[in-house]
Structure formats: structure tokens, C-alpha cells
């Protein structure tokens, strides 16, 4: 059972530019879970996906950030005209329905390089 | 969730068992303790859970006191490979998301 899968795993854009980073989650999981972590600080909650529905959006920026996760296909991360701020490690986790097996797997990360 | 703390760092000899502790003394009854690590920089790793039942799998051990209000992950025989950032989350089964802290650094020595 392949674990959660992230691409690409390395990306660089210019100040400007826009950002898309992909999660597939793990076989049989349906909800999906961004975090961000900055250079040497914490990892930080950014949003919680089912299948078509933002359930929890709190840790997202106000703007330039969205994050979808359609009936089929990969979950999306998108940053639109990132600025060197953005400049992370963003970390998906997915996990499977039912709250009591609800332990959330990582994927390895995507670092995003804002030049 | 509730707050945990955890010493910044700590130090291991290799082969030994490496006891690293956590405090959540707010802890309430529905409440999980879940242990993540995340090596050198890749994805957090999952290593264990628990309500209030000691826990053993193949990676480690998670003691609970019996007032839960602390807690202590044990590597058996530590290796260089468990040299990494070690974090303690208390969270409701259901919540949607992990809040991590600074976690403890434990560099496992040859």
C-alpha cells in the first residue's frame, strides 16, 4: 500500500508566479490535510479536505491561497503570485473515515524555493 | 487541544533505551496522546497513540500515567536513525487537526 504521495517534491518559481503542489492521499483515505512549515519553525495546520468539501480552512491565508480536493484525482494546494515569504516545506496528510481511526499519515513534503 | 510539554533536547547512546517524556496535565477524558517524529527535515512520521492503556507496536512503547496527565515515549534500542524531532499532541479523536509544539530533539550518539 503505497503511502501518501507528493509532488513534485522540489518546485521554484519566481516572486509573481503561481505554485500548485499535489497530494495523493493513501488508498482507502478520503480525507486530506495540508500543513506548512517555515524555515526553522513548527509545522502549522493549514486547511482539512473530504472528498469536494473544505471542512477546515483556519490556518489558511486570507488570500492568494486555495486548496480543493475533487471527486477524482489528487488534492490541490495552489498559491497564487507567491512572494519570498512563501518560501516552505508544505506537508500533506491524509487519513481514513471514521473518527476512530482517524491517525493522519505524511507525505515526504513539497519545498517551495520563491526566488 | 490541550498544551503539552516537552524538553527541547535530549541525548541518547546508541543501543540504549531512549525515555522521553511528556507533560498535559490539562489533558481532558476524551483526549489522545499521539506521537509523531519528523527526521532531518522529511514528512512526520507517526509512531504511536494512546487513550489511557499503556501501547506497544513495532516502533515503540507509550506509557500513560494513571491521572494522564503525562506521559513517556520509549525506543527500546535507540539507533543512529532515531536521531529526530520527537512531538507529543493530545487531541480528540475526530478533531482535524495535529497542533504540533517545538517537540524534543533527541540525538541518538554512536
Known amino acids: 500500500n503505497a503511502g501518501v504521495m507528493q509532488n513534485p517534491r522540489h518546485l521554484v518559481r519566481r516572486r509573481g508566479q503561481e505554485a500548485r503542489l499535489r497530494c495523493s492521499p493513501m488508498?482507502?483515505?478520503?480525507?486530506v490535510y495540508w500543513y506548512r512549515q517555515l524555515p526553522e519553525e513548527g509545522l502549522k495546520f493549514m486547511v482539512y479536505l473530504q472528498k469536494e468539501n473544505i471542512i477546515d480552512e483556519s490556518g489558511m491565508p486570507k488570500e492568494r491561497f486555495s486548496a480543493e480536493f475533487p471527486k477524482e484525482g489528487p488534492s490541490i494546494l495552489r498559491i497564487q503570485q507567491v512572494v519570498r515569504g512563501d518560501s516552505a516545506a508544505y506537508f500533506c496528510?491524509?487519513?481514513?473515515?471514521?473518527?476512530?481511526?482517524?491517525?493522519?499519515?505524511f507525505g515526504p513534503g513539497t519545498r517551495l524555493t520563491v526566488l | 487541544d490541550a498544551k503539552t510539554t516537552q524538553p527541547p533536547s535530549m541525548d541518547c547512546a546508541e543501543g540504549r533505551a531512549a525515555n522521553l517524556p511528556c507533560n498535559h496535565s490539562?489533558?481532558?477524558?476524551?483526549?489522545?496522546v499521539y506521537w509523531y517524529r519528523q527526521i532531518h527535515s522529511q514528512g512526520p512520521q507517526y509512531i504511536i497513540h494512546g487513550l489511557k492503556n499503556n501501547e506497544t507496536n513495532e516502533m515503540a512503547s507509550l506509557i500513560i500515567t494513571e491521572d494522564r496527565k503525562s506521559s513517556t515515549l520509549i525506543l527500546p534500542h535507540a539507533t543512529l536513525r532515531d536521531t529526530a524531532v520527537y512531538y507529543c499532541i493530545v487531541r480528540v479523536a475526530g478533531a482535524q487537526k495535529l497542533v504540533f509544539g517545538q517537540g524534543t530533539r533527541l540525538t541518538i550518539n554512536p
Open positions: 496528510a491524509s487519513s481514513p473515515p471514521g473518527w476512530r481511526t482517524d491517525t493522519q499519515y
Open positions: 490539562t489533558i481532558s477524558g476524551n483526549e489522545y
Open positions: 488508498k482507502g483515505h478520503s480525507h
